[in-house]
């Protein structure tokens, strides 16, 4: 299993978008956990890859290779990810995207995923959406709750905007704002008046399954 979570991870790291493709076929039919297989090998293969971009070692091109072999390996995965089908019942409905400025999306469309597959409905709204976008799809789709990912400290004051146009508009209380992303905090969260942070997918869904049921979390 490791040496497998290994090999994904080392797909990445070399960019190689057909062996991630492979490998990612090969864990479908196999005994492995989905979720195990992207978080363990592809997801930390990318973010090695953030790392030693960091450090000067890889450049941009590599940093665009990995996520392309990532992306490859997820358009596998996350259908059989969705398809798992945690829960039938429709606990909530929200609008979920990458604030303005920002075009990372690999995160969020896995928040997405896995708030479909624990029977949620989400409307994933892409990247680069604009706080008004946020609202006008929110309140279109009735939504309970709006998610704001944000990957860059400098598109992070995009999540703020949300939260302040919501009250300009005299919406604030009609969603729950929900904030995510790797540069995001509960801090950071608080400090904006989010409904709630969460590191990833999984404490995602746990987050907004107890806010939507009353049992937790800051009132707007
Ligand atoms: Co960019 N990038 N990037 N990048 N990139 C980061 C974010 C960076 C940290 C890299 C680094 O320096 N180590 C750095 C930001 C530094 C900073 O702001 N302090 C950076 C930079 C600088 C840039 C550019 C400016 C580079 C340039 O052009 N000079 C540029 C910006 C473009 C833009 O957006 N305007 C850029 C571009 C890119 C690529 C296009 C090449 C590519 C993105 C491809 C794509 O997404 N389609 C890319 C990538 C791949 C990364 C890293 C390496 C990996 C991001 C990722 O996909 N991680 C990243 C380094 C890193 O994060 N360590 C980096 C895997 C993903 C599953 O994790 O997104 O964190 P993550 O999502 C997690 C949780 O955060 C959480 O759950 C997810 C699942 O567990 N979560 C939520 C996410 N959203 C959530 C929402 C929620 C709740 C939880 O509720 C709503």
Known sequence: MDQFLKKCEDSVLAGDADTAF????????????????????FVSGIREVGRLWEEGEY????????????????????????GQELSREVRGVGVIGTV??????????????????????????????????????AEAREA???????????????QRALIEMLAQK??????????GGAPCSEDWAES??????????????ELIGRLLD???????
């Open 144 to 158: 309970d709750f709006i998610g704001a990912s944000a990957l860059l400290t400098t598109t992070m004051p995009g």
């Open 170 to 179: 005299g919406c604030r209380e009609d969603f729950l704002v929900v904030v």
């Open 22 to 41: 492979a490998l990612a076929s090969e864990a479908i039919g196999g005994e492995i956990d989905i979720l195990q297989v992207i978080e363990s090998g």
């Open 214 to 220: 009353g049992k937790g979390g800051r009132t707007p």
């Open 59 to 82: 450049f941009l091109p590599e940093l665009v290779m990995g996520a392309e072999a990532v992306k490859k390996a997820l358009s596998v995965l996350e259908p059989a990810l969705a």
């Open 100 to 137: 303005q400025g920002d075009i990372h999306d690999i995160g969020k469309t896995l928040v997405g995923t896995m708030l479909s597959a624990s029977g949620f409905e989400v409307y994933d709204l892409g990247t680069d959406v604009s706080p008004a976008r946020f609202i006008s799809e």
């Open 192 to 205: 904006i008046g989010a409904a709630g942070y969460a590191t990833d997918a999984v404490a995602a869904v």
